[in-house]
């Protein structure tokens, strides 16, 4: 039997626009009392805001003294995003309990992260946790230098279009490191999708040694929601399912 996710009522503290792209709310209120983060730098939670009943999911930024910290990607249009784009101080929301995917293995000696603006947030939460030399490529429109951690080796890259992606490409022409490491990345769809394929084809890399995950999908701009791959990565072995199976399944699964 499955258990519904726990929630926690809060309400929006401030509000900072950082880009014209991506804005800061802070949460607070005594609804969160008894929230407790993963400690998994790229954990999540889903949002309900005023209005709406469906849950976008964001990365829980930093979460301190009783205030939980998400960025959002702000667009046109948008479950979330019309709310956030104007002034919600004040406002009360719902957040879900958070769950997380990052998992280094064994005896990794580097990190590679590679995302656009909605794997950017995580993208700095896990360089400010990790302790391995970790090399980013971030494909964001807008100039967010200063969020990365000062000194963060990172690569900047301009979409190639508004609502578009091309880090496929940018991962094909990686210089990878000399020996085991762990590769994390978020971003679009359909660009998830041929970089998982690189890996286990190209790269011939372990299950363990990679996480990619769609955020979003181009074609609609909607935000997938977010399925724990474990489950289906086990019965599909199971089964005697490929990699590439598997991994089909599950982005079925998000976009369902």
């Not at 005594?30 to 407790?36: K, N, Q």
């Not at 004040?90 to 995917?101: C, L």
Request: glycine share 10%; hydrophobic share 40%; charged share 20%.
């Amino acid at each position: 039997m499955s258990t519904r996710a726990r929630q926690f009522s809060a309400e929006v503290l401030r509000r900072e626009e950082l880009s014209p792209h991506l804005v800061r709310l802070t949460l607070g209120g005594a609804g969160l009392a008894e929230f407790t983060s993963t400690g998994v730098p790229d954990e999540w939670v889903g949002l309900v805001v005023p209005g709406q009943f469906q849950s976008r999911y964001y990365t829980v930024r930093s979460w301190a003294s009783g205030e939980l910290v998400v960025d959002v990607v702000v667009h046109d249009v948008g479950l979330v995003t019309e709310w956030a784009a104007r002034d919600c101080v004040g406002e009360p929301v719902t957040i879900t309990e958070p769950r997380g995917s990052f998992t280094l293995p064994a005896g990794a000696a580097w990190v590679l992260l590679v995302g656009d603006l909605t794997g950017l947030p995580a993208m700095a939460r896990i360089a400010e946790t990790v302790d391995l030399p970790t090399r980013i490529w971030a494909e964001v429109p807008d100039d967010l230098g200063s969020y990365l951690p000062e000194g963060s080796n990172v690569t900047w890259l301009a979409p190639p279009a508004p609502g578009a992606s091309a880090l496929a490409e940018v991962v094909d022409g990686i210089d990878w490191p000399d020996g085991d490491g762990y590769f994390w990345m978020a971003g679009e769809s359909a660009q998830m999708r041929a970089i998982r394929k690189h890996l286990m084809r190209e790269r011939g890399l372990a299950s363990t040694a990679y996480d990619v995950m769609g955020y979003w999908r181009g074609s609609a701009q909607r935000q997938p929601r977010a399925v724990d791959p474990g489950p289906i990565y086990r019965a599909g072995k199971a089964a005697g399912k490929t990699d590439d199976q598997i991994w089909a399944e599950y982005d079925d699964a998000r976009n369902t």
